[in-house]
């Protein structure tokens, strides 16, 4: 067909009208670099003839002489080039400006900016209540990003009731999450002690890292703090069986606190990394605990609309092409399946090829004798004085024989 949405042409065109608008882009920072260091010299050079000249003035007037002609003249020649100088720069500030609107331009061009026509108008149909859904997840996507007095904000501004049960997980994550940017343990200790079964039901091994943060934290601390980590060993002992090697490599640490960790072959213990890692790990499995997704919905419906839209833009030309309208009509569906690669895999699925909805709760998918499989309200459907017969290898059946399939 020749609009295969993968065609390596099409990213290899994309790629290049990003290129358009970065060189015009360049281009400005560039010419802004030049001027700020312009500008700052000829202002440093006015501000030194300026300091000289006012100091000839103090002069004058200790000695209490008169306003000499030479030196009034020299004053009228500074205030000139005062001026020459704030007009010059007035003007090549403003040269930027075309470059800047340059810039602007090349988006326009390189970049179709008509994409209201990719979703059907239907889908707002219920505008209000679609604001609302936009709303909750834009406000939910701030909650999670820890920008808590703009989400507090954005509920004000737009009447949106969001009760503190759905706040308090977000709350209680950034908190802790501050801390530990913080490098202050204290209260993701608190919280994973807390959740201590619940956390080893999930395989987690937060607790075990947050305690041999603090231990290491202790052996930084050098010879003095040798029985205050060995008492703080103690600790370890829950997880002795699951984290052995690693409680074996603390302990070995030990013997070179006196020398000092940071030369031993122990050094490693000590690198920043752990405190990134600690909190990558502390989000991720304190977010499926609670049920919460680690990135929020807002950004993963972005991110997959940013693959999905280019594919879109390429149906959407076809169809207008070949004026083969209708074929997109139905509201909570694409034309096409946008294949958005393994990161946004959740969960199985099941589309009934006869009526084309996916299956739920109360229309599950049936396995039918033969090993063909459609939904419920198909099968009903398909039913005809008691005997079902399969629509793909039209063997007949008792519908009762079908079998609800689980995924
Ligand atoms: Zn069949």
Not at 77 to 88: A, E, G, H, L, S
Not at 301 to 309: N, Q, W
Request: net charge negative.
């Amino acid at each position: 067909m020749g609009t295969d949405p993968a065609d390596p042409p099409q990213a290899e065109a994309t790629m290049e009208q990003c290129a358009c608008v970065e060189r015009e882009l360049d281009k400005v920072l560039q010419k802004f670099l030049t001027y700020g260091q312009h500008c700052e010299q000829s202002l440093g050079e006015l501000l030194h003839y300026v300091g000289q000249l006012r100091a000839e003035l103090a002069g004058a007037a200790l000695q209490g002489t008169p306003l000499s002609a030479t030196l009034s003249l020299v004053m009228s020649q500074c205030c000139r080039k005062i001026k020459d100088t704030v007009q010059k720069l007035a003007s090549d500030h403003k040269d930027i400006h075309s470059s800047v609107s340059r810039v602007g331009k090349a988006i326009d061009r390189n970049f179709d900016s008509e994409i209201c026509g990719i979703v059907s108008d239907a889908v707002w149909d219920a505008r209000e209540q679609q604001q609302q859904i936009l709303q909750m997840a834009i406000v939910e996507h701030l909650y999670q990003q820890g920008m808590l007095s703009v989400a507090e904000e954005l509920c004000q501004e737009s009447t949106l009731n969001v009760d503190l049960d759905f706040k308090q997980p977000f709350l209680e994550l950034n908190r802790i999450l501050e801390a530990l940017h913080e490098q202050d343990l204290g209260p993701a200790l608190e919280w994973a002690v807390s959740h201590r079964q619940r956390l080893l039901e999930l395989n987690s091994s937060l607790e075990f890292k947050l305690h041999r943060l603090h231990f290491i934290r202790l052996l930084a601390g050098g010879p003095e703090k040798q029985l205050e980590a060995l008492s703080y060993a103690r600790h370890f002992q829950p997880f002795a069986q699951l984290h052995q090697r690693e409680i074996q490599v603390m302990m070995g640490s030990l013997v070179y606190l006196r020398l000092g960790l940071e030369k031993s072959p122990y050094c490693h213990l000590l690198d920043n990394s752990h405190w990134a890692e600690i909190c990558e790990t502390f989000t991720r499995d304190a977010c499926s605990l609670l049920g919460l997704s680690v990135e929020s919905p807002l950004s993963v419906s972005f991110a997959s609309g940013c693959v999905a839209l280019p594919v879109l833009m390429n149906i959407k030309a076809v169809i207008e092409q070949r004026q083969c309208t209708g074929v997109w009509s139905h509201k909570d569906e694409l034309p096409i399946e946008i294949e958005l690669g393994m990161k946004c895999w959740y969960h199985s699925v099941f589309a009934c090829p006869i009526l084309r909805q996916q299956t739920s709760d109360s229309n599950p998918p049936i396995k039918l004798i033969c090993g063909h499989v459609i939904s419920r309200d198909a099968l009903n459907k398909l039913i005809n004085g008691g005997k079902l017969k399969c629509p793909y290898c039209p063997m007949e059946q008792n519908p009762a024989d079908g079998k609800r399939i689980i995924f």
